[in-house]
């Protein structure tokens, strides 16, 4: 054995403890260490690495990263040992206290767990619950063991690197994230994609190696000014950066589809305040008026952490920004306090007793830093409590695959078939569960198996909102019926405006306020919905508006900030653009991007050499150009002329492949007196998609063909493409 390995390991673990720990808890730590070394002589670990020297890393990262007291110490030194052990555990408990034998014996249930495959992840999820009937210090060495494990894992047998990856990518990771240790997690994350992903994975790695240069100068450029006008606010404050975890680039490209230069924000600035606790929020929402005061954020990425904490306790303010060269830059701001929480998870809980807000874990981890700085009670009850597991607000369930999925505790078969996608949750009729048929209202337990059953005839429901209890499953069935009742409203509108028109009445705003006050609606979609569902008698809406008819020609009101009332197809005129004064005369071209037509929201953007450019306000394109671009941006409206002109446009079609489906569609178009400039289409496995490029007057049309082209029977799909 290497004695001067084992001489420097010793050196750095007292070097971790040493202003936090008694001259007694030291001898008592080297006793440990020397009944290690006795026990472990000779031993290696599934790594290669000789076992006291992996215990020794263990303790050392127990210490340094967790700050965890001399019992979790002591316990990381023997945890290799103890059933290697000459004494029993009456001598083991005099030496070193009954808290330690306890953990050890709990620590020995689940050794298990290392020698199995990922396949029984839910067998291993189980044991680690139990695992917590003794104390929850054994999950904490558990997880610190894996990440040792993990960062020599190169040295491992081939057969074994896979299995340890996987299962520490899919159980310990997350288990790291709920307790709070984002670091190791992260490390976590990025040493398993490692080995379950290389290929990605090296390629990410060598590309930020080649744009370190860069970014650091991007960082400097950034940070500079806004240092010195925080300086001159009077803050105290660091300015901290660090480049994404591997993992978080790898997961960005996947989920948004780009490559490795398309990742906008590769790294993330850190503003760290020096504030007293009472002021931390203010601090850091003045901080925030600072950084958008400097750069321009983009609203939809504002997370305000510090407001509601994470459930683990994670106290934060991020937002991304546009900062120098135009290149995206996420900035998080937080107290000192809130990044030592983030920092070092649930032991820096200990250090902040009595703060308000440090989120929904701290329900239970409050009693819990009392056990854990007081390792001599014993609270048999708060066990009792906590015996059902760490997860006691979050259950894990699997698919037919054998995925592992996390969802609050209560969430029920249709909160599953959401997070799986929302085309299942929309579709979904029922399920099994272990192989035995469950309705949607069934709630879920921890390591269900769990299939789901569909139907193409299903649709979302008004009461699925009262047991769902996922905000993604709310929010997607509120976005469906909220699309139901658009496409009636817009069913009840043509409805209406038809018969406006037999009855030889005006249709415009003033005669829909006027109906909008008569029933005491909020909006004019109300006021369709109704006419569709047939709850407003159209006779009656005739006596209403006779009353008090408006003389032909009248001036029209102005319309209601939000309510958009349209006039019927006129196809006696011309549509075309005004442009803002500054540049009337300019040419102007519609933008390929997007394709507007009449009616569609539209802005110019001012081309260097081709005029300016008109964009729909939904362009893909059109928030980089705002952005970018402010001084380039010029204001367009549509207009009339006595001329005839049409605009091309895209209709993307999906559905089942069905006999006389090409007629059909055809049929509409024809109906609509549009032309027809291309029609392409294939189907393959019983799928039909097809892609479709008409003129129109207006966008009143487009959505109308879009409407029935919908209705017809087996269709799945019609969207407006943008190019």
């Not at 018969?499 to 705003?509: A, I, P, Q, S, T």
């Not at 997007?594 to 008109?614: A, L, R, Y």
Request: net charge positive.
């Amino acid at each position: 054995m290497d004695s001067k390995k084992i001489q420097s390991g010793y050196r750095a673990l007292l070097k971790a403890v040493k202003n936090s720990v008694s001259p007694e808890d030291i001898n008592r730590i080297r006793a440990a260490l020397d009944l290690a070394i006795k026990t472990c002589s000779g031993g290696f670990i599934l790594t290669g690495e000789p076992q006291i020297l992996h215990a020794l890393s263990v303790a050392r990262i127990i210490a340094d990263e967790m700050n965890l007291g001399p019992t979790t110490i002591i316990t990381a030194l023997l945890h290799d040992s103890y059933n290697k052990l000459d004494l029993n555990s009456g001598e083991l408990e005099k030496q070193f206290g009954n808290k330690v034998v306890e953990i050890l014996k709990g620590f020995s249930r689940v050794s298990s767990i290392e020698s199995m495959q990922a396949s029984y992840q839910a067998e291993n999820f189980r044991k680690l619950l139990l695992s917590l009937a003794d104390d929850v210090r054994v999950i904490l060495i558990k997880l610190v063991e894996r990440l040792e494990y993990m960062r020599n894992l190169d040295m491992a047998p081939d057969k074994e690197k896979l299995p340890l990856a996987s299962e520490t990518y899919f159980l310990y990771a997350p288990l790291a994230h709920r307790l709070g240790f984002y670091n190791i997690k992260s490390e976590m994350e990025d040493l398993a994609v490692k080995f379950l992903e290389p290929e990605q994975y090296n390629y990410v790695m060598s590309r930020l190696k080649q744009t370190t240069a860069s970014r650091n100068r991007l960082i400097k450029e950034f940070s500079q000014p806004l240092q010195d006008k925080l300086e001159k606010q009077g803050f105290r404050f660091a300015i901290k950066s660090r480049t994404k975890s591997i993992h978080s680039i790898m997961l960005k490209m996947k989920k948004q589809g780009v490559e490795f230069d398309e990742v906008y924000d590769l790294f993330a600035v850190r503003i760290i305040l020096n504030s007293e606790p009472e002021n931390e929020k203010s601090d850091c929402w003045r901080a925030y008026s600072v950084v958008t005061d400097l750069y321009q954020p983009n609203p939809s990425r504002l997370r305000d952490w510090i407001s509601v904490p994470k459930s683990n306790g994670y106290e934060s303010l991020h937002t991304t920004v546009i900062g120098p060269r135009g290149k995206w830059v996420e900035v998080q701001i937080r107290s000192e306090r809130m990044d030592e929480m983030a920092e070092k998870g649930l032991a820096a809980h200990f250090k902040y007793k009595g703060i308000k807000g440090e989120g929904g874990l701290d329900t239970w981890l409050g009693r819990m830093r009392e056990i854990l700085e007081s390792p001599e009670k014993e609270d048999s009850a708060f066990f009792d409590q906590v015996r059902s597991g760490l997860y006691t607000d979050e259950v894990f369930v699997f698919t037919p695959k054998g995925d592992l999925r996390q969802l609050p505790a209560g969430a029920t078969l249709l909160d599953f078939a959401f997070d799986i996608h929302t085309a299942v949750g929309s579709s979904c009729v029922g399920g099994k569960v272990n192989g035995k048929n469950v309705t949607l209202r069934y709630i879920l337990q921890n390591g269900d198996h769990v299939d789901i059953l569909r139907s193409k005839n299903q649709k979302p429901k008004q009461d699925w909102l009262s047991f769902v209890v996922t905000n993604k499953a709310k929010a997607k069935i509120k976005l469906a019926l909220n699309a139901e009742k658009a496409r009636a409203a817009a069913d009840g509108k043509e409805i209406l405006m038809r018969r406006l028109k037999n009855w030889k009445l005006n249709y415009n705003d003033s005669v829909i306020q006027k109906l909008i006050n008569h029933y005491n609606f909020k909006t004019a979609q109300d006021l369709y919905f109704f006419i569709e569902e047939g709850k407003i008698e159209l006779l009656e809406i005739k006596e209403i508006l006779q009353k008090e008819e408006l003389p032909a020609g009248s001036p029209q009101t102005p319309s209601l900030p939000g309510k958009e009332i349209k006039e019927p197809i006129d196809t006696q005129y011309f549509d075309f653009l005004v442009i803002e004064d500054k540049v009337e005369g300019l040419d102007y071209k519609l933008a390929r991007c997007c394709k507007p037509v009449f009616g569609d929201s539209v802005f110019g953007f001012v081309t260097i050499s081709e005029g300016i450019k008109i964009h729909r306000k939904s362009c893909p394109n059109a928030h980089n150009l705002t952005a970018r671009y402010p001084y380039r941006i010029v204001a367009a409206k549509w207009t009339k002329t006595k001329s005839l002109t049409s605009f091309i446009t895209s209709i993307k079609i999906t559905g089942g492949e069905s006999v006389g489906i090409i007629n059909q569609i055809s049929d509409i178009i024809s109906h609509y007196n549009v032309a027809i400039r291309n029609f392409s289409y294939n189907t393959e496995d019983g799928m039909f998609e097809g892609s479709l490029n008409i003129l129109v007057p207006n966008n009143d049309v487009l959505y109308s063909i879009i409407k029935k082209i919908q209705t017809i029977k087996g269709i799945l799909k019609v969207v407006r493409q943008n190019n």
